[in-house]
């Protein structure tokens, strides 16, 4: 059982839809994080929250709005999106932000 | 701009047979040097954490160390559960909190 749990595994869905992605960690960390990794692409980095508040936004696009309502919990909220935003998205959490990370086992999302 | 390198790209190895990973690395003020092993559709998972040159850490088949400039991944005597993606990710002092990796090396060992 991983420490760092995403919901849903996999998803599937329309450009027109809005869905969301939850993402909790059960290690008391401060820090967390939302990245995204495209096939033969290293791993981006989206966002970063600590301490709840949101100190990282890699110039994402709007149609990803992320929440952080308290330091275990992490969503992505996802809105009119584009077939090249499949991908796998993987939420991560840190004691610190200069420290290991350790990842949920991700969500495949695909849009169609 | 900091910015990690992994190569090979891809490696495949008979049981046994063991050989290096490598993780080229440019950083401003190094904070962390972090190694990770993904399989297919699963999550990173944490192996290292290397912070000053000169350091090794060492897990079953692994060993990590680090210089200035890089980073080796050694792998003795592989088995076929070694099998995975190994990425290398920094944490460099103008980019606090902020993991870069790089694109990751395959590593396949053939029984």
């Known amino acids: 059982e991983t420490g760092v749990t995403q919901t849903p595994r996999h998803l599937v869905m329309g450009m027109t839809n809005k869905k969301s992605l939850k993402c909790e960690q059960h290690l008391g960390h401060n820090a967390m994080y939302w990245y995204k990794q495209s096939a033969k692409k290293p791993l981006e980095l989206m966002f970063v929250y600590n301490f709840k508040e949101q100190t990282e936004n890699n110039s994402v696009p709007s149609r990803f709005s992320p929440e952080c309502p308290n330091s275990s919990h992490l969503f992505l909220h996802l809105h009119t999106l584009q077939p090249e935003d499949s991908a796998l998205y993987l939420c991560?959490?840190?004691?610190?932000?200069?420290?290991?990370?350790?990842f949920g086992q991700g969500t495949r999302l695909t849009v169609v | 701009e900091d910015q990690v390198t992994q190569s090979p790209e891809a490696l495949r190895l008979q049981e046994g047979e063991s050989s290096s990973l490598n993780c080229s690395y440019t950083v401003s003020g190094l904070r962390g040097l972090f190694w990770y092993r993904q399989d297919p559709g699963k999550g990173p998972e944490f192996l290292f954490t290397?912070?000053?040159a000169g350091e090794e850490k060492e897990k079953e088949r692994l060993k990590a160390t680090l210089t200035k400039k890089e980073s080796f991944l050694h792998i003795t005597a592989p088995k076929p559960e070694d099998s995975a993606t190994y990425l290398c990710?920094?944490?460099?002092?103008?980019?606090?909190?902020?993991?870069?990796f790089g694109q990751g090396t395959t590593l396949q060992v053939k029984p």
């Open positions: 990710a920094v944490v460099g002092s103008s980019n606090t909190g902020k993991l870069i």
């Open positions: 991560a959490s840190s004691q610190e932000r200069n420290t290991e990370a350790f």
């Open positions: 290397l912070y000053s």
